[in-house]
């Protein structure tokens, strides 16, 4: 159950995209379409923005965006705005009903 | 609207245990997976145990796997997380999150606001 690698932070001025990439292996990314993204602001607590790799949950501007590609999973921020400046983490499904969790990337908006 | 509230975090010294909960309304309890999430200090995500709406099978991460169970009272509404032999590093905020469905996971949403649990002597 390693985590999964995300930068630490990724940075963009107002109006820019950004995306985060999140890298697994096999054994999860990879091996799955269980890829979720969680934003979570300072204090705050989680909230889905991302399932199932690229499905966006009822509420989530559509400014938010995540595919895969091997065993690297991505979100992509179009049209970054102030609110989302968060920090953002990946999770996917590992097999034998285990999950992981990437370290988390911090997105600041310039 | 669904709604999730955990309790029963606290101070414990190391090798103590602590009981959560996490009271969930808005939904039809029984059809939904469960999970624990925590976050220590500063730190990231971690995901902990899960448990399938009928309680029937549970899910541990290696870290707290023969120390910590999962369960659920559906009658109740509510998720348990039984935390044994409690280590410094459990130190966290632990939170209940809702999965998909009955059988699955694949998802933590909503979350609650979760409790914080310290060890420390």
């Known amino acids: 159950q390693s985590a999964l690698t995300q930068p630490r932070s990724v940075s963009g001025s107002p109006g820019q995209s950004v995306t985060i990439f999140c890298s697994g292996t096999?054994?999860?990314?990879?091996?799955?379409?269980?890829v979720s993204w969680y934003q979570q602001h300072p204090g705050k607590v989680p909230k889905l923005m991302i399932c199932?790799?690229?499905m966006r949950p009822s509420g989530v501007p559509d400014r938010f965006s995540g595919s895969k590609s091997g065993n690297t999973a991505s979100l992509t921020i179009s049209g970054l705005q102030a609110e989302d400046e968060a920090d953002y983490y990946c999770?996917?499904?590992?097999?034998?009903?285990?999950?992981?969790f990437g370290g988390g990337t911090k997105v600041t908006v310039l | 609207e669904v709604q999730l509230l955990e309790s029963g975090g606290g101070l414990v010294h190391p090798g103590g245990s602590l009981r959560l909960s996490c009271a969930a309304s808005?939904?039809?309890?029984?059809?939904?997976?469960m999970t624990w999430v925590r976050q220590s200090p500063g730190k990231g995500l971690e995901w902990v145990s899960s448990?399938?709406?009928?309680?029937?099978?549970?899910f541990y991460a290696d870290s707290v796997k023969g120390r910590f169970t999962i369960s659920r009272d559906n009658s109740k509404f509510s998720l348990y997380l039984q935390m044994d032999s409690l280590r410094v590093e459990d130190t966290a905020i632990y939170y209940c999150?809702?999965?998909?469905?009955?059988?699955?996971?694949?998802?933590?949403?909503?979350w609650g606001q979760g409790t914080l649990v310290t060890v420390s002597s």
């Open positions: 999150a809702k999965g998909k469905s009955a059988g699955a996971v694949d998802r933590f949403d909503p």
């Open positions: 808005g939904l039809t309890f029984s059809n939904y997976a």
């Open positions: 448990i399938i709406g009928n309680g029937g099978r549970m």
């Open positions: 096999s054994g999860d990314i990879g091996g799955y379409n269980l």
């Open positions: 199932d790799v690229t």
């Open positions: 999770c996917s499904y590992a097999g034998s009903y285990t999950w992981v």
